[in-house]
């Protein structure tokens, strides 16, 4: 099994700024891609940002230019820099992980999620 701990969400005005962490943990023999997904109240989980165990990213079209992903692969940790942050940000950001553990049996795993609010 892997957990995934998120840390770093919280309250900030239009235009600021957060980082978010996630670190993996448990009986894990290689992780995938990584990734932060965000529900908003009354939308659907959607895709924020991703990133391949060899570093490619990919990002939502709402988000480019504004967040950052990346991760320290000796630590098992993903990031999430987010600049010039919107209210329409405000949601609750989760963690993705696709990784192989014990017997390298595959499957996805999420964080408990962290709360983004946006606001002035």
């Known amino acids: 099994q892997v957990q995934l701990v998120e840390s770093g969400g919280g309250l900030v005005q239009p235009g600021g700024s957060l980082r978010l962490s996630c670190a993996a943990s448990?009986?894990?023999?290689?992780?995938?891609?990584m990734g932060w997904y965000r529900q908003a109240p009354g939308k659907q989980r959607e895709l924020v940002a991703g990133i391949t165990s060899g570093g490619n990213t990919n990002y939502a079209d709402s988000v480019k230019g504004r967040f950052t992903i990346s991760r320290d692969n000796a630590k098992s940790t993903v990031y999430l820099q987010m600049n010039n942050l919107k209210p329409e940000d405000t949601a609750v950001y989760y963690c993705?992980?696709?990784?192989?553990?014990?017997?390298?049996?595959?499957?996805?795993?999420w964080g408990q999620g962290t709360r983004v609010t946006v606001s002035s």
């Open positions: 993705h992980a696709d990784a192989h553990t014990t017997g390298w049996v595959r499957d996805n795993y």
């Open positions: 448990g009986s894990i023999l290689s992780i995938n891609a």
